[in-house]
């Protein structure tokens, strides 16, 4: 009995040599699954079978992903890392996953992710980079990413997202941004007005919250009006506002472009204003100079019908002259028709 259950033991465990299944892992063969979650794992087992299409490591201590640590597993299509410490990630580690579909990486200690990091996994659908420190996302990081259909982001450190990096997200369905440390400033106008159009389109988002200014913490971004957010800061104000930028120089640099593409949208619509006040002068000019011409015309009117009127008078005046002067005249010359009138009848 006891030699059987020994045997029964040295069978399986030659079974999970020839298969190869990692040391603290559980495999399922049919399934090319390989589960190791919740071992106490620092990194990456080095043995995992190349036909792996799913990498289950959740639940473990893993800090550090060595570069291209999964090139060996091309058939990859779910990798679960969440609820791990890792902090960086090299531009490289998820390189060769062509047939990655759903990538998890919530619940780490990520601040910085390179732009292109996401280069060989263009057909990912599912994305979960919740609960990090993410403070930005670099430019062109989404550039391939038109079948991702799913995108966490919440409970992250961002304050403000640019619009241009979720454009190339053709096929996106859920995006979720809530709990993060969204400044509610004229730069979060673009952004309210792109998930507009993302909920118009049929999308779904969770509930944003602003964090800054003071006036709009705990507010719906979306129910707050637009109106609230104009005007962005003028070329004037740009100074002080790159110095309050100072306060996170790390990740400024990663930024860096962004907050360039904000300042000029602002200044654009600086541009734009002063156009409008340029127009408004206009406007007010062409105004002044047709009613200084209806007055003109008013004054010509009027000089003209005063003048006329003094001649009538004056005609008038020199006909009542001649009234008085020749009654008989006239007189007599009503006189002379009435007897021919008397005449004929
Ligand atoms: C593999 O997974 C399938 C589907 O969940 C299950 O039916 C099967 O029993 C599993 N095999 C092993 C060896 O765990
Ligand atoms: C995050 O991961 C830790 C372990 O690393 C776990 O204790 C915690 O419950 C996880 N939090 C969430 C929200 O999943
Ligand atoms: C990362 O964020 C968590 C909360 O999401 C926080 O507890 C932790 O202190 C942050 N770590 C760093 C290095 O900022």
Known sequence: MRGKITLEILGLLFVHSVIGCPERCLCNITLKEVSCTGNGLSEIPNDVPPDTEILDLQN??????????????????????????????????????????????????????????????????????????????????????????????????????????????????????????????????????????????????????????EDLRSKDLMKIPHEKFQPCPSVKHKPSNAHSEHGSSTTQNHHGKNEHDQHSECKTKSKQRAGSLRHAIATIVITG????????????????????????????????????????????????KEPLDGSQA
Not at 312 to 336: D, F, I, N, T
Request: aromatic share 6%.
């Open 289 to 336: 100079i047709v009613c200084g011409i209806v007055c003109l015309m008013m004054l010509a009117a009027a000089i003209y019908g005063c003048s006329y009127a003094a001649l009538m008078a004056k005609y008038h005046r020199e006909l009542k002259k001649l009234e008085h002067l020749g009654p008989e005249v006239e007189q007599g010359s009503a006189e002379e």
């Open 60 to 213: 473990n201590h893993i800090h550090t992903i060595s570069n291209a640590a999964f090139t060996d597993m091309p058939q990859l299509q779910v990798l679960d890392l969440s609820n791990n410490v890792i902090s960086s990630l090299s531009s490289n580690t998820f390189d060769g996953l062509h047939n990655l579909l759903n990538l998890n990486l919530a619940n780490n200690s990520i601040t910085y992710m390179d732009n292109k990091i996401l280069h060989s996994t263009e057909n990912l659908k599912q994305l979960d980079l919740s609960f990090n420190n993410l403070t930005s996302l670099p430019e062109g990081f989404f550039e391939n990413q038109n079948n991702l259909i799913w995108l966490g982001m919440h409970q992250n450190q961002l304050h403000q997202l640019d619009t241009a990096l979720l454009d190339s997200l053709s096929n996106l369905q859920v995006l979720l941004l809530q709990k993060n440390h969204w400044k509610c400033d004229c730069h979060v106008a673009g952004l309210k007005l792109w998930l507009e159009s993302f909920l118009y389109k049929g999308g779904q988002i969770d509930e944003i919250l602003c964090t800054e200014p």
